[in-house]
């Protein structure tokens, strides 16, 4: 009888190595694809900033332009309030659509957690 519980704990032991190995495989590949993302996201955000610097010397300058250009035609008061208020509803839209790229759900690891799945699952039906 000795001899028969052999195999099995063998098997058993090779189960639970490779069910070790695999969460181990698993929690690298999580690893190497946050690493991704984040640096994905650092990344992004970097370029954000320096364009918005940029582009915001360039707007007000821009814009000190057409308020002298519209005072031509109309009162100052009114250049300014007209520039003032176009400028301010495409600033909201432009930060509306950052906001949405910057998602959490953007950022998940999506191969990863879909290959823990799959393990998952694979255990389960041999565990079966």
């Known amino acids: 009888m000795a001899s028969q519980d052999q195999p099995i704990k063998s098997l058993l032991a090779d189960v639970f190595s490779g069910i070790t190995t695999l969460l181990r495989q698993e929690l690298q590949l999580v690893q190497a694809e946050s690493s991704e993302k984040l640096s ?6 970097l370029s954000l900033l320096v364009g918005l610097l940029v582009g915001f010397s360039a707007l007000i300058i821009l814009l000190q332009a057409l308020v002298l250009a519209l005072s031509n035609v109309m009162a100052p008061t009114y250049a300014a ?33 879909k290959a823990m799945r ?3 699952e694979m255990v389960m039906e041999k565990v079966r």
Do not use: H
Request: proline share 2%; hydrophobic share 50%.
């Open 40 to 45: 994905q996201a650092m990344t992004g955000f």
């Open 81 to 113: 309030l007209l520039v003032g208020g176009t400028v301010a509803l495409v600033a909201f839209i432009l930060i509306q659509q950052g906001q949405s790229r910057v998602k959490a759900g953007n950022l998940m690891p999506e191969r990863t957690m």
């Open 118 to 120: 799959e393990d998952r």
